[in-house]
């Protein structure tokens, strides 16, 4: 008979090797998958994982592409890992995305074309406060209310794609080409872009702020009162009340945090890679980063390994895409197997697994 | 902008086709939690149940096959999220969001060759003189069978809850299921039994979309119909009848607002497609600002996880 | 007298490490309410167990009504006529009555045939109970009824009862004595395990004394006084009191009419509690759990805030701040949940210390931790307390209770507290580390600090303690000096028979 008894301590070598573990199982399931779709499953493998970044044909134009995909899901992913850690679920940062994005082009579309210094730091602080106030309205609904944050943010995320939507086609629509959606590309506003850092590498301001946003993470929860408080109420709620942490205060930060993170990496984005508000701009980083965060095991080094990965799934998906013709959905389904498997696997971290005879006589 | 092309008769009609979906994933849902599990993947669930309720009516040609085909499929899924959550003990928030995000992705992958195909026709059920009567007729007596069968299930859950005794021992699973366990129930079995229930009506749900009230099949098509189903729950205060009467207010404010839409109402679109959203949020922060869980009728061990020791 | 209702010879069950029951015999007659009589750890719930077929011996036979009787789980002892009602209820608040009975049973009839039985068996038996009543609703005298009438419906000739008057107002156990006495005389036997004793004096006309898992004596507890049966379960003959006098000091903690309403939906408020406690002084307050000890600490830590006068610490009101501004002002707490309360469980000592040491100890400068400070505390602690720990870094879950325990309790004193307030301080401790736990509580007040000592254990607090007050429903007695206090009077005053008005039912 199987039974399950709790480990005395989270084991560390599970803990490192699970998400080890969750990348081959996936990769199996994978192959199996394009199997099935008719693909060669070595090949799509290779595709995904090995080409992107050694491949001399395609190399030198997804190596860059790493660093653009992997820097917003690193930096969303760090504000969700706090929130999850206390038991505060964010599931919404893909609308707080959105409208640090809003909040950050709509400066710079406002200040068009007045050139400055200031314009770029002064989107920066709109994205963040954008994303900032719409993670407000859960954290608020919640603290008062008690209000459930994940159903609340989510439907936070459609309202959003909304939003996007009526100022791609409305107040944000780029008043020089009549007749089509979406704003002006920041790309021609030299003050708001946010351009290329180092040539060919992709990394611009968000990519920094993305590796910002670790060290702070690492510092805040190693370091910090708060993150132990962070800790602590997602492990012993009732001892984090023993200690003198406050519940409401936590939620709020927290929620904030995240919020602000996501609103930032939107913000990053439509004024870099993405270049423009339109209706098509969101394209699930939100989502994604709730699997880089968890794959990453909430930790902020486990977070920039896992945001690479994914990062590197989507690139590498591209690819298959490209040449194999492989769906792009099957890049979705690959990412939501990687989070099965880790939970998974997740057992084995806290549980022994042990074989007991049945009880005698 | 032109109100009177707006009829009530028909607005009351299609309110009902509108609200079935969430009604059918919403009343799978409150069995999960009456039975102390929460599964937000209901997202996932319906969407899978579209896409393949869709593509067995397609190859079969018969649309109530379709619709079994859904139902199974939405089990099948559910089986997942239970084995995930109640056996290898894992997270229940991350496994329903890991199910929505797979179930998505799934879904669109199934359902690629499928695009722009027209569903075999589900007809609208013949009560013959009784349709023609002026109001009611439309609204009571000329809807497809689906919209029937909702119903019968709301009924029959009300029914199984309140009478059975399997209804009684699922209730008490989901009230405290420390005591079930003391008293020797099998905690677990039941879960996973409501969990596979709710999936199948969510798979319905799903279907019901793409085979009757688009009814076509499109990535993603559901658009967050789920999470609507999640918070019709709490709405209801986990009551059957309930879960009705909000899903039909629910589906009266989306075809209220297409209506507006097509008569030319002067807010932009996008607006007027945030109201359900916006109003089932305010919804919940009505429901939920009242006093301790105990009110609220949620049940005890909703979230909690359930371990066995010994 | 005919053959014994139930006879147990030589029952042995060991566990891992310790020996729960050790040649177990004695005989339960007809007509008999029998007590079973022991501290914590002295293998009565073990036995019981046995008995109810949750657990099955190592050795040893039963014999029910002379035939032998080997339950291999309560569905069988159930059938065979043995009904058992625990301490801890399995019920269900969203449920109605007649609902938690059918589901507690093996093969219930029909709803409203049930919903009949009830009403007539509970009226029958004293203990009336409406039927479509939600249990959510029911006070914990209710509730027990509930568990009760389970169990009489499926007609048992042994009824095992575990501790069952400690969640009772006193009317509630006068009826539930009729009641029982009623099951006696109508063929029914009662064990009855408790540790009340003037209850078992007035109730049962034999006990058995279990010690460290043995029977060490049979006897009529109506023949005993209240001393001689605690010393048969304790096994010394009880020391006088340590403490001499009650100290001089200064008052230092006031609580005045402290009302609080419990926050846990079925948890005991908290009513008029008003006591005065000096430097020096060690307080016990004694009762069964389900009093309002655990509404009483978190109105003592800031946990649960009350009104701002109705806690007042030296001289000034702190009714409505929180843990960390009273531990700032000296004001520390010792739960009685160890894990999950006290000290988070996967959590490592380090940062347990941490936990409620980061005011007093300065262990967080401008928001950051003092991680080599907190290890530092963490091995006083450890050192001084002889915690038994492989290093600080251990998870908290990794530690015996006992250890565990020690490190908590120690962790709170080497705090400098001006008072400390502890609850259950030695549960589940083993003797040697209760001992050190005792002594550290002596010395703290000795060096003018200020004990509550919470606990249900008596000794404990005749011990070490200078005055006792009783927790009883929410309401605390009229403290009296521990000098010159009886075991029978402290008995009548945990039973309710105090200085004050007896409290009601519901609240």
């Not at chain 1, 190693?222 to 519940?247: D, E, K, N, S």
């Not at chain 2, 559901?222 to 019709?232: D, K, N, R, V, Y």
């Not at chain 3, 007298?1 to 310790?18: A, C, E, F, N």
């Not at chain 3, 949940?337 to 941490?354: C, V």
Request: charged fraction near 15%; include cysteine; hydrophobic fraction near 50%.
């Amino acid at each position: 008979m199987l039974r399950l008894e709790k480990r005395p301590s989270p084991s560390t070598v599970w803990t490192i090797a699970t998400p080890l573990l969750a990348v081959a199982f996936t990769m199996v399931a994978g192959g199996f998958l394009f199997a099935a779709l008719g693909k060669d499953p070595f090949v799509a493998i290779k595709l995904i994982f090995f080409d992107p970044l050694f491949s001399e044909q395609y190399g030198a134009y997804s190596r860059p592409q790493l660093l653009i995909k992997a820097g917003p899901l690193i930096l969303i992913a760090i504000g969700l890992s706090i929130g999850f850690r206390a038991g505060v679920w964010n599931i919404g940062a893909e609308g707080q995305y959105i409208v640090g994005a809003l909040f950050g082009a709509g400066v710079a579309l406002a200040l068009f074309p007045t050139p400055g210094w200031y314009i770029f730091p002064l989107m920066i602080v709109a994205g963040a406060l954008g994303g900032f106030l719409w993670a407000m309205i859960p954290a608020i609904l919640k603290t008062r209310f008690n209000t459930n944050e994940i159903l609340v943010s989510l439907l936070l995320v459609y309202v959003a794609e909304k939003l996007l939507a009526a100022m791609s086609l409305g107040l944000m629509r780029n008043p020089d080409i009549p007749g089509f959606p979406g704003s002006r590309n920041l790309r021609h506003y030299p003050s708001a872009h946010n351009a290329e850092l180092i040539a060919g590498t992709g990394m611009h301001w968000g990519v920094a702020a993305a590796f910002i946003a670790v060290i702070f993470a690492y510092v805040l929860l190693h370091r910090h009162i708060l993150g132990f408080q962070v800790q602590l109420a997602g492990q012993a709620p009732r001892a984090a009340r023993f200690a003198g942490v406050a519940p409401a205060k936590l939620v709020v930060v927290c929620l904030g945090l995240s919020g602000a993170l996501a609103g930032l990496a939107g913000m990053f984005e439509v004024s870099g890679p993405a270049g423009q508000v339109n209706i098509d701009f969101a394209v699930g980083y939100g989502f994604t980063a709730i699997i880089v965060a968890f794959l990453g095991r909430l930790h902020p080094v486990g977070i920039v390994l896992a945001g690479f990965l994914l990062a590197l799934t989507f690139i590498g998906g591209e690819l298959a895409q490209f040449i194999l013709r492989l769906p792009s959905a099957s890049i979705q389904v690959f990412q939501g197997m990687l989070l099965f498997f880790l939970l998974a696997l997740d057992l084995l971290t806290n549980y022994r697994i042990r074989f007991s005879p049945a009880e005698a006589r | 902008m032109d109100l009177s092309s707006i009829n009530p008769v028909v607005l009351a009609a299609a309110l009902m086709v509108a609200a079935t979906p969430i009604l059918l994933a919403a009343i799978g849902e409150l069995i999960v939690e009456k039975a102390g599990v929460l599964n937000l993947g209901v997202e996932g669930m319906m969407i899978v149940g579209a896409v393949l309720g869709f593509i067995v009516a397609v190859q079969s040609g018969n649309p109530y096959l379709g619709m079994v085909g859904a139902a199974v499929g939405g089990a099948g899924l559910g089986l997942l999220f239970a084995l995930l959550t109640q056996v290898l003990l894992a997270n229940q928030v991350a496994s329903g969001l890991a199910l929505t995000l797979f179930g998505l992705g799934f879904s669109a992958l199934l359902g690629q060759g499928f695009v722009g195909i027209s569903p075999p026709r589900t007809p609208k059920l013949n009560f013959g003189p009784l349709s023609e009567i002026p109001v009611l007729g439309p609204v009571l007596f000329s809807h497809d069978f689906m919209v029937y069968v909702s119903l019968a299930i709301v009924a029959a859950v009300w029914y199984f809850l309140r009478y059975t005794r399997a209804g009684m021992i699922l209730r008490a699973v989901g009230e405290n299921h420390d005591a079930a366990h003391a008293l020797g129930y099998r905690v677990r079995r039941i879960r996973v039994l409501a969990i596979m229930f709710g999936g199948a009506c969510a798979g319905m749900g799903g279907a019901y979309l793409s085979l009757i009230r688009v009814p076509q099949w499109t990535e993603g098509m559901t658009a967050g119909a789920g999470w609507i189903a999640l918070a019709l729950v709490v709405f209801a205060s986990w009551r059957p009848w309930r879960v009705v009467l909000g899903a039909y207010l629910f589906g009266g404010i989306v075809v209220l607002q297409l209506n507006l839409q097509a008569a030319g109402f002067r807010i932009p679109v996008e607006y007027l497609s945030m109201s359900p959203y916006l109003i089932t949020i305010l919804v919940l922060v009505l429901i939920s600002s009242g006093k301790a869980r105990g009110s609220l009728n949620a049940p005890g061990s909703l979230n909690r996880s359930f371990h066995a020791s010994g | 007298m005919g053959q014994p209702l139930l006879r147990l010879k030589g029952l042995t069950k060991t566990y891992p490490g310790v020996v729960a029951n050790s040649d177990i015999s004695f005989d339960l007659n007809q007509n008999e309410i029998h007590a079973l009589l022991g501290e914590n750890g002295a293998g009565k719930s073990t036995l019981v167990k046995i008995i109810y077929g949750l657990v099955r011996p190592d050795s040893g036979d039963m014999l029910l009504r002379g035939e032998p009787y080997e339950p291999d789980n309560p569905a069988t002892a159930r059938a065979a006529g043995v009904g058992m009602v625990f301490q801890h209820f399995s019920l269900f608040d969203a449920l109605d009555v007649a609902e938690n009975i059918a589901l507690g049973m093996d093969s219930p009839p029909p709803m409203r045939e049930l919903a009949r039985s009830i009403r007539e068996v509970s009226h029958e038996y004293g203990l009336p109970l409406d039927p479509t009543r939600l249990v959510g609703e029911l006070s914990a005298g209710e509730r027990q009824r509930v568990e009760i009438i389970r169990c009489l419906l499926q007609n048992p000739k042994l009824l095992i009862m575990d501790e069952p008057t400690s969640v009772l107002t006193p009317q509630e156990v006068e009826i539930l004595f009729q009641t029982l006495r009623k099951l006696r005389d109508e063929g029914t036997s009662i064990l009855y395990i408790s540790h009340k004793l003037e209850e078992i004096r007035s109730l049962c006309e034999h006990a058995t004394v279990l010690r460290l898992g043995k029977v060490v004596a049979t006897c009529d507890p109506r023949q005993k006084s209240a001393r001689e049966l605690a010393e048969m379960m304790v096994g010394t003959t009880l020391q006088p009191p340590a403490r001499s006098t009650i100290p001089e000091g200064q008052t230092v903690l006031e609580l005045r009419d402290l009302s609080l309403k419990s926050e846990n939906l079925f948890g005991t408020s908290l009513k008029n509690v008003s006591v005065s406690l000096r430097r020096g002084e060690i307080l016990g307050i004694g009762g069964v759990a389900g009093n309002g000890q655990d509404e009483l600490l978190a109105a003592l830590s800031g946990e649960a805030r009350s009104r701002r006068d109705s806690v007042i610490l030296e001289g000034k009101p702190i009714g409505h701040l929180g843990p960390l501004a009273r531990r700032r002002l000296g004001l520390l707490a010792a739960p009685e949940e160890r894990l999950g309360h006290a000290a988070a469980p996967d959590m490592s000592l380090t940062e347990n210390a941490l936990l409620t040491g980061a005011v007093r100890e300065k262990l967080v400068k401008g928001g950051f931790v003092d991680w080599s400070g907190a290890r530092a505390f963490a091995d006083r602690v450890i050192e001084r307390f002889d915690v038994r720990t492989p290093g600080a870094h251990v998870a908290a879950r990794a530690l015996s209770g006992g250890n565990l325990q020690k490190f908590v309790i120690g962790r709170e004193i080497m705090q400098r507290p001006g008072v400390l307030v502890v609850n259950q301080p030695t549960w589940g401790v083993d003797a040697s580390a209760a001992a050190a736990i005792r002594q550290a509580l002596i010395d703290l007040a000795e060096n003018g600090a200020a004990v509550i000592l919470i606990s249900q254990d008596l000794d404990e607090i005749l011990e070490i303690a200078d005055s006792f007050a009783a927790l009883n429903g929410g309401r605390l007695s009229n403290p009296r000096p521990v000098r010159g206090l009886t075991l029978e009077e402290i008995g009548l005053m945990l039973g309710g028979a105090h200085d004050m008005e007896v409290a009601h039912a519901s609240t």
